[in-house]
């Protein structure tokens, strides 16, 4: 009997599992969410996830080596170009949200529409990866590459919750999305390492790995745009702005909807994190191969080659999305954190300790530390866009509106204006510490700025991060609470007769009164409820 009780348990998982592999319903009867959906939907986060890692791990390198700019100019045109092109966010975000109004985004769509435009607009991007033109060249082809960055990925990353509500679908598109994304930050600089290793430290090689990977972008987004869908335009709740309203009284409307997202508790918790989590990420990145190449006396074509061990992780993604939900946000955030700060010390004791070892030793010791980091850093951008699909869901019970678009506007724009911040600061220290552009060699000051920026800084952003998120209560028993009070309500359900222990776990995550949630509702009971 137990045999039978036991295979019918095992035979349920499998039949679990299975079914991402296959088209159906939910019991809701929503169109289910294939692996093949994943995938498609996913390969977008390849220019999401790359094109960071592309421009963080070579163009600085490219730029102070073969192009004739100084560290400080470099950084300085990645980051004044970064807080430029943030305030995008602001116009694609709202007009990703409201485009639905008008013929064109009925028909190609209000996100996807964005993904179609913008795919051959990547292209004119590839003049930053010639050597010998003007500042002013590299500064507007840089700022045209981070513009199109929001332009895309805004929209782009509203579409799990436009594709379903389904907590175990929007995890399939996440995790496929992730591990795409993670899966090109490892090929990147592995294809980058072996042409390197093959035709040199030279100008044409860095040209080569750029113009590539700038058309790989552009062909994956577009087959995103070709196999994603959207919310049904039937099914999207707005309220028609009268032509005769204020230009500039609308314009106030749509600045201060960015603001409103702060009123929700889980969203400042969500994005205080990840941007703690990312910005500080994208520092390592901007100053690695620096690292490896000066305080590890090793080359680029090796700091490119164990970035490239990240690929070793990457049939974890699932194992991932796993702990994501036996462990919640807050575990797995405390994991992810922990794990960041140890590794970076690893890089510490190989830095200071390193020539007490063979060559051979030392680089053993070198690999094991980068998948340690890498494992873990990968977790730093995984937990947030796993979270971030349910964020809407917290605002919708407080606004009664879908705002999507709104929420991946905010994210952008925050997080594009805090690496342009960093990108500049950074550049800054080190021009100050003595970094020498193009320079086979450095100060011993140039060499400590280097490292206390690699190792002191980023652990300091990460041990912030991880206290935040030990107060961070969005999981799936609690997300599953809130949409269940929410689909009441939308039934016709009363206020009035709410769960105490849903009343305490939707004020948590919403930061609001009960009384104040859900103003879609007629106002038939007491506000001091």
């Known amino acids: 009997m137990k045999n039978k009780v036991g295979d019918k348990k095992k035979k349920s998982k499998i039949s679990g599992f299975a079914n991402i592999f296959r088209s159906g319903v939910y019991p809701d009867g929503e169109k289910r969410i294939t ?136 995890t399939v598109l996440s995790t496929t999305r992730m591990f795409l994304s993670g899966l090109v930050q490892s090929v990147v600089p592995l294809i980058g390492g072996v042409i390197l290793a093959i035709f040199g430290n030279k100008s044409n090689s860095y040209t080569s790995i750029g113009v590539m990977w700038t058309v790989v972008f552009a062909i994956c987004v577009f087959i995103a745009y070709k196999n994603t869908w959207e919310t049904p335009v039937n099914e999207v709740v707005y309220v028609e702005t009268s032509n005769k309203e204020p230009k500039l009284k609308i314009a106030f409307d749509v600045i201060k909807s960015y603001f409103s997202t702060f009123k929700v508790s889980a969203f400042r918790k969500h994005i205080s994190i990840y941007l703690l989590g990312v910005s500080f990420a994208d520092v390592f990145a901007q100053v690695f191969v620096f ?24 049939p974890l993604t699932p194992v991932q999305g796993w702990l994501f939900a036996k462990l919640g946000v807050r575990g797995l955030y405390s994991v992810t954190f922990i794990g960041c700060i140890t590794s970076l010390f690893g890089y510490w004791f190989i830095w200071k300790e390193g020539h007490y070892f063979s060559s051979g030793t030392l680089t053993a010791i070198i690999i094991a530390v980068t998948l340690a980091w890498l494992f873990f850093k990968s977790l730093v951008y995984f937990t947030p866009w796993n979270v971030f699909p349910f964020i809407p869901d917290i605002d919708e019970l407080i606004t009664g509106e879908r705002r999507e678009g709104t929420f991946s506007a905010t994210l952008r724009l925050v997080r594009t204006m805090t690496q342009g911040i960093s990108s500049i600061v950074v550049g800054k220290y080190l021009s100050f510490v003595g970094f020498a552009s193009g320079s086979s060699s450095q100060t011993v000051s140039a060499i400590n700025g280097i490292g206390n920026v690699l190792i002191l800084w980023v652990s300091a952003g990460f041990l912030l991060a991880w206290i935040i998120a030990l107060s961070f209560k969005l999981n799936k028993k609690t997300h599953e609470t809130l949409v269940g009070e929410l689909n009441r309500l939308k039934q016709g359900g009363l206020k009035s007769d709410v769960d105490p222990e849903t009343r305490k776990v939707v004020e948590n995550l919403t930061g609001v009164k009960y009384s104040k949630l859900w103003p879609l509702e007629k106002k038939t009971i007491d506000d001091t409820l």
């Open 35 to 170: 692996l093949w959906n994943g995938l498609g939907f996913g390969v977008g986060d390849v220019y999401g996830g790359g094109s960071g890692g592309l421009t963080g791990t070579y163009l600085t390198l490219f730029w102070t080596m073969f192009a004739g700019l100084t560290i400080d100019q470099s950084m300085t045109i990645q980051g004044t170009a970064l807080i430029v092109s943030s305030f995008t966010a602001f116009v694609v975000g709202s007009l990703s949200d409201n485009l639905y109004k008008f013929k064109i985004g009925r028909r190609l769509g209000r996100r996807r529409f964005f993904l179609l435009t913008g795919s051959p607009i990547i292209l004119l991007t590839i003049g930053m990866w010639f050597p010998g033109l003007s500042f002013f060249w590299y500064a507007l082809s840089f700022l045209l590459w981070t513009i199109l960055i929001q332009y895309i990925m805004i929209p782009y990353a509203t579409l799990p919750s436009e594709m379903t509500k389904n907590f175990d679908g929007r």
């Open 291 to 314: 690292f490896v190449i000066y305080n590890l006396n090793k080359t680029a074509a090796f700091a490119s080659m164990i970035l490239s061990l990240a690929v070793v992780w990457q």
